[in-house]
Structures are given as C-alpha cells and as structure tokens.
C-alpha cells in the first residue's frame, strides 16, 4: 500500500502540500497520480505525472494544483488557493491505479 500525508484542516484560500514516500520504484517507472474521494461521490483522478514529467490536471484544479516527483520515490502535490470543494480524502497511486497500492489516504479538509 501507498501511503499518502500532509493532510489537514485549512481554510479558504491557504495551502498544503501533500507526500506519498515509497521505498520501491513505483513512480519512475509508472505514471502516476493523486486521486481524491469526496463524501458521497465516486473518487476522482485529480492530476498525474507521467515517467517523462509531463502532468495532467483536472478542470477543477488546474492552475492551482502542481503534481511533482522527488528522489525518484516519492510523490507530492501542491495545492494552493483551496476551495472547499477540494474537501476529500487524497490517495497517491500510479496511473492506471493499481488494487494492491491503495492505501488509507489523507484527509484535505477546507473550511470556507
């Protein structure tokens, strides 16, 4: 399993960033993603960096969010100016996700 952190309580408009550390090479040799879950709704592939660099957003989080890799094992994602639409649990995992690597998630909570 992948674990991912850096989550938290915000409000509006302030910022976190998130960590998903692996002690494989999952994500230099895959693409990969952070996928986001929100109560009620199905979750949602929300950005992805491919084994070349290129990254992928969203419509809702373009602009906001940045997908990034670091020490060839870990994933991060910056999300800036959040809305509390972005309320969810993140998950990291390569894309196309695999069964075995989703993890517990951490939990993105903004408050407007």
């Known amino acids: 399993q992948l674990q991912a952190s850096g989550g938290g309580l915000v409000q509006a408009g302030e910022s976190l960033r998130l960590s998903c550390a692996t002690s494989g090479n999952i994500f230099s040799v895959n693409a990969a993603g952070w996928y986001r879950q929100a109560p009620g709704k199905q979750r949602e592939l929300v950005a992805v960096?491919?084994?070349?660099?290129?990254t992928n957003y969203a419509d809702s989080v373009k602009g906001r969010f940045t997908i990034s890799r670091a020490n060839g094992n870990t994933l991060l994602l910056q999300m800036n100016s959040l809305k509390s639409e972005d309320t969810a649990i993140y998950y990291c995992?390569?894309?196309?996700?695999?069964?075995?690597?989703w993890g517990q998630g951490t939990q993105v909570t903004v408050s407007s």
């Open positions: 995992n390569k894309k196309p996700p695999g069964s075995a690597y």
């Open positions: 960096i491919t084994t070349s660099g290129t």
